[in-house]
C-alpha cells in the first residue's frame, strides 16, 4: 500500500518561499512510470495542479505557476519536495502530493494515491 505524506510549515509569510515535502512509502519514486505531483486547493475552489516530477526525474509546471515553482527530490529519502516562491495571500490553501500512473494521467489529474494534504496560509 502507497502512502504519500505532506510535511511543512502552515504559515509562510508574504514575499517568502513556501517549501512542503512529500514523504513516500510502500514504493518507490524511481519506479517506472510514476509522475509525483503537486496539486493545492484554495478555500472555496477546485484542485489546481501545480506540477510533477517524474520518475526519471524530469519535472513539468503549471505554465501559470512556473515562474515560482521548482519541484526536486531525494531519492535516498524517498522524497519529493515543492518550492513555491514570492508567494502572496492568493498562495493560500490545502496542498496535496499524489501519485498518477503515466504522463496522461498527471497531465488529466488522475491519481491513484493522495496524501491526506497540508493547511499553507499565507499571512503576515
Known amino acids: 500500500q502507497v502512502q504519500l505524506q505532506e510535511s511543512g510549515p502552515g504559515l509562510v509569510k508574504p514575499s517568502q518561499t513556501l517549501s512542503l515535502t512529500c514523504t513516500v512509502s510502500g514504493g518507490s519514486i524511481t519506479t517506472n512510470f510514476y509522475y509525483w505531483s503537486w496539486i493545492r486547493q484554495p478555500p472555496g475552489k477546485g484542485l489546481e495542479w501545480i506540477g510533477y516530477?517524474?520518475?526519471?526525474?524530469?519535472?513539468y509546471y503549471s505554465p501559470s505557476l512556473k515562474s515560482r515553482t521548482s519541484i526536486s527530490r531525494d531519492t535516498s529519502k524517498n522524497q519529493f519536495t515543492l518550492q513555491l516562491s514570492s508567494v502572496t495571500p492568493e498562495d493560500t490553501a490545502v496542498y496535496y502530493c499524489?501519485?498518477?500512473?503515466?504522463?496522461?494521467?498527471?497531465?488529466?489529474?488522475?491519481?491513484?494515491?493522495r496524501g491526506q494534504g497540508t493547511q499553507v496560509t499565507v499571512s503576515s
Open positions: 516530477i517524474a520518475y526519471s526525474g524530469s519535472t
Open positions: 499524489a501519485r498518477a500512473v503515466g504522463r496522461p494521467g498527471a497531465m488529466r489529474g488522475e491519481y491513484d494515491y
